[in-house]
């Protein structure tokens, strides 16, 4: 046993600057594998200029917001391609949002109503000051050049 052995000392580690309570600062770093899963054909869809949703393969009902099965009658339900020409069923002005939005604050959020569609659809609504949106404007979906691969690739402007 060496009673003399220790760790090796290296030039890393963390800044004080608080004593009461510590407060420290240091790099964090992490690749972070993520999987859509039985979602992907949804942000795959918007990669490709897309909206799908699902179709209830038992009483037909059509989700805006994929869903694997119908909470109507609880079948399974199946990849359905959505217009991209709705209507604003209703609206809301956010004047704060998390990071992502910040740029954009204020931002408008729809929620749109397709034909032929049982469920809304949630977006932002761009290109129309907030006291300009009326229930009912027609509007087109819009999709982001480069895909993120998150729902903010979606977008509606007015028709």
Not at 50 to 77: D, F, I, N, Q
Not at 78 to 88: I, S
Not at 128 to 149: H, L, Q
Request: charged share 20%.
């Amino acid at each position: 046993m060496d009673k003399n052995a220790k760790l090796p000392e290296n030039e890393t580690g963390a800044v004080l600057f608080n004593v009461e309570p510590i407060i420290l600062k240091y790099h964090y770093e992490i690749d972070y594998l993520h999987s859509y899963a039985q979602d992907s054909p949804f942000f795959a869809g918007l990669a490709h200029g897309k909206l799908l949703g699902s179709r209830c393969t038992g009483c037909g009902h059509v989700y805006a917001t994929p869903r694997g099965h119908c909470m109507e009658c609880g079948a399974a339900t199946a990849w359905a391609e959505l217009p991209t020409e709705g209507r604003v069923h209703t609206y809301t002005t956010c004047y704060y949002g998390g990071e992502a939005f910040l740029e954009e604050t204020p931002f408008t959020l729809i929620l749109v109503e397709f034909e032929r569609v049982d469920t809304l659809f949630l977006s932002r609504l761009v290109g129309v000051e907030p006291d300009e949106v009326t229930i009912g404007m027609p509007v087109r979906a819009k999709f982001r050049r480069n895909s993120t691969f998150r729902p903010t690739d979606v977008y509606f402007v007015p028709l």
